[in-house]
Every structure is written in C-alpha cells, then in structure tokens.
C-alpha cells in the first residue's frame, strides 16, 4: 500500500522571515499540479503559488524519490513567514489530499525506506531536543551509522547462533556439537567491549539528560552562593540572614561541560516562621528526583546538623558531603569556597559520582537514550551469563543465550523494525521533522 501524502511545516509557527513547509509522498508533481509546476531536482526555483485568492512567491525544492530525506518525493516550500499563511497553505495541500503529519512522519518515513537507522533516529531527536553544548556534541557523535563494536558485535555472534542453533537441531544425529569454550574465546573481546560500552552509555545517559543536583544544608551554609556560581549567574538571594531561600529555585546551565539542573532548596531546619515551613516541606520531592544530593555542611562545623541528618537518612546512595566554607577552615573530603571559585574537589567529585570518573568527551559516540541503555545492559548481561556455563552441557542453554543476545542486538539497531519502538520514539519528535 503506498503511504498517503502528508504535509508539515518544519519552522515555529512564529512571525519570521521565512517558514517553511515540507511535503513527502509518491507522485507529488501530479499531486501539487494544481498548485505549481515542480522544478529540476534540487535546484532552488521561484514559483508563484495561487490559491484562494492569495498570491505568494515561494522558493521551491524538489527532491525526487529516492533520493530524498524520506525516500519518497520530497517538495520544500519556503514562504513568508507569517503563520496565518503558512496555515492557510496547509489548507490548501489538505483539499489537495495531502494530508497533515503526526510528529515525526517524516523521519519515520525515512526510517521504514531504509533512509537512515533507529540509532540515527534517535540521536536526530536528542540533537533537536539539546540544550547545552555538551548535550550537543554528544548528539552529533551519535548522528552517524551504526557504531562499529556494534557491526563486529554483530560479526561475532552470527556465527555461533548459527553453530548453536545447528547442534540443538542436528547435534544427536549429526554429532554437530557446540564448543563452549571457542564459543567464550570469540566473544570474549565483544564481551569486554560491552563492558566498557556500558560505562560510556551509563555516563552519556546522565549527561544526555542532566545531572540533577539538589542542594541542602542547614541554613547559611553557602546552597544558594554555590547555586548562583555553578550557573553562573545571579538567581538566588544570597544574605546572611539564616533563612533567606523559601522555596526551591531549579536552573539549567552548564558547568565545566557537565550539563546541570539545579535544585536550590530552604535550608532544612525546625522552624516556626509558616512560609520558611512550607519551603522546606518542598525539599522532600526534590531528594527523591535527585541523581545527587550535595550536603552542604559548613567546615567550621565540627558535626553536621542533626534535623539534616534525620532528613537524608532514607537516601543514603545519593548524598555527598561537600564541606563549604573551606576557606576558614580545614575539613576532610569535599571541600570547597565557592564564593572564591575554588570548586575543583567539587568537579572531581561529581565526576566520579555520576560518571564512572569519565571525562564528557570520553562518552561521544556512546549510546545514551533509556531504551539504548536498557538494552545495552540486558545483552552485557546475558553474554556475562554465557560465559559463566559450564562446558559439557546439552546446547540448549548456550543456544537460547546466544539467540537472546541476537534478539536484543536486533532491537537495538532497530531492525526488528518493532512498532511499539517507532511509537515511543516519534512521540517524541516535533512536526516536520
Ligand atoms: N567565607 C565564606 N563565606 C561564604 C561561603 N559561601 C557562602 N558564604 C557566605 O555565607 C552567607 C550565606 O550564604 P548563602 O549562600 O545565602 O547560604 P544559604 O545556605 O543559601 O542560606 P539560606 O538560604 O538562608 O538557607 C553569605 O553571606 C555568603 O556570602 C564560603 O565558601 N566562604
Ligand atoms: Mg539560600
């Protein structure tokens, strides 16, 4: 069945200089004749539109099938950039019987003609969605082909599902039997590989989405001083006045090249004042988010404060000291004067902490989204398990390991083609894309 036509503009419905809208379908020079005339592939030519009425000169881009971003023919359309146009154009290629698309249409398009891969798909989303320079780069590595340890992976194991599948079908009959040991000499490399794949993803995850950091500590203990230097900029009120934070502030920015979000919260502490109450009711939610809690605990301090204390017991995976104040006094572990800039213990720290101690330009080129990762650690896992067996068994294990690391490869690299994948991931795409 030949898909329907659609129809979407790729540029913000703001006023602007130009918008544009994209077409995609089979037959699109019969189908927009009404319209225009379509010019020489992929050479820019003025047309005058008429419809309705409106008159408009449009820069038009024809990019036949298949050689086109689709692999469908491709129509460009560069207009005025006036929404009420652009919306009035749309109408006009609906009565055409072209019809609006889902957001995404197009990529997935593109992806069903074998334009581009799942992993491509999913980098073009986050390079879209990318918000900090990191987040760019990290985006961009990934826009390529198929990463290369996934290709020799895919090497590697092809022909031991072929040898296992061989021994459970024929092996009594035949005398095919399956070698474990060669079997985890081979795959001992692509085993290694994945391990450190793992680590890479792991740490390109957080980056990829941010590191959620929530600032506490007691009140005047330097949240809302190491908020404002971290970002970069003033947000919140620093005094000297115990208190003075009310509610949660959260900020975005990049610190270092760590992508950041930022929680700057009340400082916890039994109190009667009714509105410093409420901020720190607020705190509790902010914990549970977090990837990483930073106690602020003041150097000269000897013993943190025990409300603090009581309040961050039911995390303790996810809380790091940070002494504050480092200049007046000396203190073990973490420790830092943000209000002179002297954060390199800090840097280190969160390093370590959230990404395996992994530089951001060690994770370019990792797999990154939830789905790459979760099946990234399901096929480690079930080489990890392969290995373990010991030899001399029936191959009906080895075999059911070997075919469920095929299946997961499959689906990581999208070419199990699984609709429920394709759904979650265009959900997340914007229209014309
Ligand atoms: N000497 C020194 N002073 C600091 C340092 N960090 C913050 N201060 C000062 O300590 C005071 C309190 O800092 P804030 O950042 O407002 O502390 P806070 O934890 O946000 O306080 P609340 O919002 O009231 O809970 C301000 O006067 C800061 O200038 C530091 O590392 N060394
Ligand atoms: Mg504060």
Not at 62 to 84: C, K
Not at 203 to 218: E, I, P, S
Request: glycine residues 8%; negative net charge.
């Amino acid at each position: 069945m030949i898909p329907e036509p659609i129809c979407a503009p790729a540029t913000p419905p703001v006023p602007s200089a130009v918008a544009l809208v994209r077409v995609s379908g089979t037959g699109l020079a019969a189908r927009l004749a009404p319209l225009l005339s379509l010019p020489e592939p992929r050479t820019a030519s003025l047309r005058t539109l008429r419809w309705d009425g409106f008159r408009e000169r449009a820069l038009v881009l024809f990019f036949p099938a298949p050689s086109s971003y689709t692999g469908e023919d491709l129509v460009e359309l560069q207009v005025h950039g006036n929404p009420l146009l652009v919306r009035r154009l749309l109408e006009c290629l609906g009565s055409l019987g072209i019809r609006l698309a889902e957001p995404g249409e197009f990529t997935r398009r593109a992806l069903l003609n074998g334009k581009q891969g799942l992993l491509e798909a999913e980098a073009l989303r986050d390079l879209v969605g990318a918000e900090t320079d990191t987040q760019l780069r990290l985006a961009q590595a990934r826009a390529g082909a198929l990463p290369p340890w996934l290709q020799e992976a895919r090497q590697a194991l092809a022909p031991w599902v072929a040898r296992a599948e061989a021994a459970v079908d024929y092996g009594e009959e035949e005398g095919i039997l399956l070698d474990l040991l060669a079997l985890n000499g081979d795959l001992a490399p692509v085993r290694r590989q994945f391990h450190v794949e793992q680590s890479r993803a792991r740490a390109a995850r957080h980056l990829q989405d941010g590191l959620r950091l929530a600032l506490v500590g007691r009140p005047n203990s330097g949240k809302s001083t190491l908020f404002n230097v971290l970002a970069g900029e003033d947000r919140a009120i620093v005094t000297d006045i115990p208190g003075t934070t009310r509610d949660v502030l959260e900020v975005r920015c990049e610190w270092r090249g760590l992508p950041l979000r930022l929680y700057d919260t009340a400082g916890l502490r039994d109190t009667e004042d009714p509105v410093e109450r409420l901020g720190v009711a607020r705190v509790r939610p902010v914990l549970e988010g977090a990837d990483l809690v930073l106690h602020l605990w003041p150097a000269p301090d000897p013993a943190p404060d025990p409300v603090l204390r009581a309040a961050l017991a039911p995390f303790p995976g996810k809380v790091l000291d940070v002494r504050t104040f480092a200049d007046l006094a000396e203190a073990p572990g973490v420790a830092i004067a943000a209000h002179r800039g002297n954060l390199d213990a800090l840097e280190v720290a969160l390093r370590e902490r959230l990404l395996g101690g992994l530089a951001p330009d060690a994770c370019l080129g990792a797999l990154a989204s939830a789905r790459q990762v979760a099946l990234l650690e399901d096929l480690a896992h079930q080489l990890d398990l392969l290995a373990d067996l010991a030899p001399g068994g029936p191959p009906e294990l080895p075999a059911s390991l070997l075919q469920g690391a095929w299946g997961l490869l499959a689906r990581l690299t999208g070419e199990d083609r699984a609709e429920r994948t394709l759904d979650e991931l265009f959900s997340g795409f914007c229209l014309g894309k």
